[in-house]
């Protein structure tokens, strides 16, 4: 019986890392890519684990990279696209350049990794994509310029896709994690409440694709319920409940 496949990009640290860990130990063929090259080779040390680097801003190079691995292992079940990126000190101010990267790696990296399997799923008609975002992106928030417009475009795009390839018998899946403990939310300078480990998360995606084959996984139970709550908020009490946490 054949191993099913999946491709994990942003796999070279956090999230990413951890779910091409958790993947490999059920049993699933991983293709991982990222920009560090060095970190994916350690993760290949793993029988179940190759690597092919890819910056995600090249869309060309998404294509070409998706085109060799299909050459090379026949076929790919399962997409999560989680590649991130996120600068603390640089969203506090309109800096024009932060923006425009930022928007580049989370937003249209991902555009140019699920163009690169379009054509590929919906003539196979059958498969599985699955974007990680966050659920900031479903609300705007103070001195985040880049990261949380970029991850409502995400959510938006999503859903949007989610119609789109149903027609053609493709899954697809929003990952919206809450505070995990990664390089990433390292940086931040303030309180996370109920932060997780990587393993956790990787353990919730993996549970939420396979097991419960869910559109939308959020994660922990306590973020799903604030943000929930949060979406549903009129913009007039949201501002001032907002407002009023900024001016503590």
Same mark, same amino acid.
């Given at each position: ?44 040390? =793993? ?7 890819? =910056? ?38 309109? =800096? ?20 690169? @399997? ?17 659920? @900031? ?65 990787? =353990? ?45």
């Amino acid at each position: 019986m054949n191993k099913k496949t999946i491709w994990i990009t942003g796999a070279s640290s956090g999230i990413g890392e951890a779910t091409a860990i958790k993947f490999a130990k059920e049993g699933w063929k991983v293709i991982v890519s990222a920009r560090r090259v060095e970190l994916l080779e350690k993760l290949s040390v =793993d029988e179940n684990i190759f690597s092919y680097p890819l =910056d995600v801003t090249d869309s060309d190079k998404a294509k070409e990279v998706f085109k060799k691995i299909i050459d090379d292992h026949g076929q790919v079940d399962l997409c999560i696209f989680s590649s991130g990126t996120y600068e603390r000190k640089s969203e506090k101010e309109l =800096d024009v350049q932060n923006i425009k990267h930022v928007i580049e790696v989370n937003f249209l990296g991902v555009i140019n990794c699920v163009s690169a @399997v379009e054509k590929y799923y919906k003539e196979k008609n059958k498969g599985h994509i699955a974007v990680v975002s966050s659920p @900031v992106g479903y609300r705007g928030l103070p001195k985040s310029s880049g990261y949380t417009p970029s991850k409502a475009a995400l959510n938006n795009f999503t859903q949007g896709i989610y119609f789109d390839f149903k027609k053609f018998n493709v899954k697809v899946s929003l990952i919206t994690p809450g505070f995990i403990k990664t390089a990433l939310t390292d940086k931040n300078e303030f309180k996370m409440p109920f932060l997780k480990s990587t393993n956790y998360a990787a =353990d919730q995606i993996y549970n939420g694709l396979i097991k419960k084959n869910n559109f939308e996984i959020i994660f922990p139970l306590p973020i799903k319920i604030i943000y929930k709550l949060i979406q549903i908020l009129p913009n007039k009490l949201y501002n001032y409940l907002i407002s009023k946490s900024v001016n503590r």
